[in-house]
């Protein structure tokens, strides 16, 4: 079992920025598509983005785009949200995800093509 840690949620004012991390051993090649999950409350799952196996491509849903960003620091073995501009409908616990397939192509913002999930750090914009 794939055990890994998020971290970097916090409480903050729309217009702000946080950055979220996701220490994923063998980041980059040993699995396939990282990605980065929402779920505010009473409120379904949502994909984020995601960043793929080898290339690092990335997805963003349309309500972050322009304003999230997925990085990797395969050194670090790590994954980071970058949010920018936040917004008060941003507020959730943020997942991050693993797919466990290294043969899948690309990265997927379907919650059940992700077999790893973290525990989820709280972040809340408010005013």
């Known amino acids: 079992q794939l055990q890994f840690v998020e971290s970097g949620g916090g409480l903050l004012q729309p217009g702000g920025s946080l950055r979220l991390s996701c220490v994923v051993p063998?980041?980059?090649?040993?699995?396939?598509?990282i990605g980065w999950f929402r779920q505010a409350p009473g409120k379904e799952y949502e994909g984020v983005g995601c960043?793929?196996?080898?290339?690092?491509?990335?997805v963003y849903a349309d309500s972050v785009k322009g304003r999230f960003t997925i990085s990797r620091d395969i050194a670090k073995n790590a994954v980071y949200l970058q949010m920018d501009r936040l917004k008060l409908e941003d507020t959730g616990v943020y997942y991050c995800?693993?797919?466990?397939?290294?043969?899948?192509?690309?990265?997927?913002?379907?919650?059940?093509?992700?077999?790893?999930w973290g525990q989820g750090t709280q972040v809340t914009v408010s005013s």
């Open positions: 995800a693993v797919e466990a397939a290294i043969w899948a192509v690309g990265c997927p913002l379907q919650r059940n093509e992700y077999d790893y």
């Open positions: 063998g980041t980059g090649f040993d699995y396939g598509a």
């Open positions: 960043i793929s196996r080898g290339d690092g491509d990335t």
